[in-house]
């Protein structure tokens, strides 16, 4: 059948990956990890190792392909997927999913979000503010800064919580092109060699255009080499950010945001 199919094609396709991480050099310290999980019989230990496993991608990519192929304990794969789906790195979790049945996965946002299911809900500032800082699906901090750490590139958001209503702060997070301030106008720019950059126009002279981009990285063009410079009606932030979140996860993030004051 059909999910027997892709079952099978994602199984394909997790040990074809395990095996080119495993060729590379580098990676020995990550296998003598994953020995040491096999043999520890220490709680403690187990967990350790496990969170430094599942700190990057390509060592929590090694802890799956071992769970795909049984090659741990019961008691440990329990362990592991405890703590795989405790991670905020999105990246990382989705790896693990699949082993966990149904009723025990996350349920995601998806792409029709109630407002206020995520309003009405309790969240926890300190899961919330894991998630803004660490995690590889949002990235907010690759935009945002607040209290001096993070990006400069969107709106700082150490108070946005005195600024804003909670309603409005995830308005702005589910509806991030309904109110675009003019000062974080996405512009697109075409080069007479046909190349088109988007981001944030940090300065126009008639020598050049520069644009400002995620993580504070800049794109310096000469001004004779630009063909188009045009504002875009879309934020540079993108839509549907919350829909691979669970809905405590929102409602953390909405936490955090709120109580910065």
């Known amino acids: 059948d059909l999910f027997g199919f892709v079952a099978a094609s994602y199984m394909r396709g997790l040990r074809l990956m395990h095996d080119w991480i495993r060729q590379m050099p580098g990676h020995q310290d990550e296998r003598a990890l994953l020995e040491k999980l096999r043999s520890s019989e220490r709680p403690a230990e187990r967990a350790a190792v496990i969170g430094q496993l599942l700190s990057g991608t390509s060592s929590a990519l090694m802890l799956a392909s071992a769970l795909a192929e049984n090659q741990v304990p019961d ?126 126009l940090a300065a126009k002279t008639e020598n050049e255009v520069v644009l400002k981009m995620a993580g504070d990285k800049e794109v310096r063009l000469p001004a004779n080499t630009v063909a188009a410079l045009l504002p875009q009606q879309k934020s540079l932030m993108p839509e549907l950010l919350l829909r691979d979140l669970a809905l405590d996860q929102a409602a953390d993030l909405l936490e955090f945001l709120a109580g910065l004051k």
């Open 75 to 200: 008691a440990v794969r329990t362990q592991i997927l405890a703590a795989a789906m405790a991670t905020p790195n999105s990246q990382v979790r989705d790896l693990f999913e699949r082993f966990v049945p149904d009723e025990q996965r996350p349920k995601r946002l998806g792409s029709v979000i109630r407002p206020e299911q995520i309003l009405q809900h309790k969240g926890n500032a300190e899961r919330g503010r894991a998630l803004f800082f660490k995690s590889a699906g949002l990235q907010c901090a690759n935009c945002h800064r607040i209290a001096g750490v993070g990006s400069l590139l969107g709106p700082d958001l150490s108070d946005i919580g005195k600024k804003q209503s909670r309603t409005q702060i995830l308005e702005s997070i589910l509806e991030p092109s309904k109110f675009i301030d003019p000062k974080y106008v996405t512009y697109l720019v075409e080069t007479t060699d046909g190349k088109v950059f988007t981001g944030l």
